[in-house]
């Protein structure tokens, strides 16, 4: 009798769904990046100052996932881009077969640049692919510096660190050397910003990066 691993057996068939995601964004020119992060860290804040920093220098659209409701995605509707919400009710994590149907929706619109807004969770997001070109995580200076040890996965595979709140670490105990030095352990090429969502402080270094990332993902189409 052959045993099959029903994990082994779920991310297989994710992966195949990812890759076809993959594709079609390859096909638009489009550059996709899957925002995660703990819950409260900031990721939906974040994407708002985003938008409002790339200022119409490029297309954007969001699908936003997240447990129940719709208040991110009602939030992000608010800054005029376009917005398709995922209710993964109760499931910790999006899937490529979610984001697949989602962008079926939202491919109407025109964009260069597309954020995925999964489920505030640290753990499941990690072990799933969904044609994505970048992974980014969201941390704050609040959460103290045990998330990188303590959930290496997500870090692991991440192009961009977000350190947000950063204008309240004089009153925590966040090490910036710290961060810098289990980054350096796990995953020494990750591109780390130091952001505040609500001073804007850094957010300009990271819309520049995403307008390079744009153009350099538009020049293989």
């Known amino acids: 009798m052959v045993k099959v691993n029903l994990q082994t057996k779920l991310l297989g068939a994710n992966e195949l769904i990812a890759m076809q995601n993959h594709k079609r964004f390859d ?92 489920v505030g969770n640290l753990v499941c997001p990690a072990e799933f692919e969904l044609g994505e070109d970048c992974r980014a995580v969201v941390i704050s200076v609040a959460e103290g510096n045990d998330k990188i040890t303590k959930y290496p996965l997500i870090f692991q595979r991440a192009k961009v660190v977000l350190v947000n709140k950063i204008d309240l670490i004089e009153y925590t105990d966040f090490s910036i050397e710290q961060l810098k030095e289990d980054l350096a352990r796990i995953n020494p090429d990750v591109r780390v910003f130091y952001v505040s969502a609500r001073t804007g402080q850094g957010i300009d270094a990271w819309a520049e990066w995403l307008l390079e990332e744009v153009a350099r993902k538009r020049t293989k189409v």
């Open 27 to 118: 096909e638009q020119g489009l550059l996709a990046i899957n925002l995660m992060s703990s819950p409260g860290s900031g990721k939906t804040s974040i994407l708002e100052k985003t938008i409002e920093a790339l200022g119409g220098k490029i297309q954007i659209a969001v699908i936003e996932g997240d447990l129940y409701t719709d208040q991110d995605a009602r939030r992000i509707e608010n800054k005029g881009v376009p917005v398709i919400q995922i209710n993964t009710d109760g499931a910790c994590h999006l899937d490529a077969s979610m984001v697949g149907k989602a962008f079926e929706d939202i491919s109407a619109h025109s964009m260069n640049l597309l954020f995925i807004e999964n």
